[in-house]
Nanobody, 124 residues
Framework: QVQLVESGGGLVQAGGSLRLSCAAS????????MGWFRQAPGKEREFVAL????????YYSDSVKGRFTISRDNAKNTVYLQMNSLKSGDTAVYYC?????????????????WGQGTQVTVSS
């Protein structure tokens, strides 16, 4: 069983930055692919970014490409999401997720473990 705890959310003005963190329990974090998803009010949860277990491969949704950066520190069992040039449309609850198979996917069903989420609010 893996437990994921997100942090770093908050209120920020449009154009600002935030860095989200997701701390994972367990000894096998380095073997997991990790993803970030978000869910805005009244909308379905959507893919944001993923990183393979080695950290060498990343993938982003078109809506955040060039503004967000996903990274991981396997020594700290932590994955990060650096969010720059934030827009009001980025307002959502952000969730991290773990894929034990190690490859990652943009599909929600590909992840076995989820955090509780952290709220990001961007004011215009």
């Amino acid at each position: 069983q893996v437990q994921l705890v997100e942090s770093g959310g908050g209120l920020v003005q449009a154009g600002g930055s935030l860095r989200l963190s997701c701390a994972a329990s367990g000894r096998t974090f380095s073997t997991y692919a990790m993803g970030w998803f978000r869910q805005a009010p009244g909308k379905e949860r959507e893919f944001v970014a993923l990183i393979w277990r080695g950290g060498g491969v990343t993938y982003y949704s078109d809506s955040v490409k060039g503004r967000f950066t996903i990274s991981r520190d396997n020594a700290k069992n932590t994955v990060y999401l650096q969010m720059n040039s934030l827009k009001s449309g980025d307002t959502a609850v952000y969730y991290c997720a773990a894929d034990p198979r190690g490859r990652g996917t943009s599909l929600l069903g590909g992840y076995d473990y989820w955090g509780q989420g952290t709220q990001v609010t961007v004011s215009s």
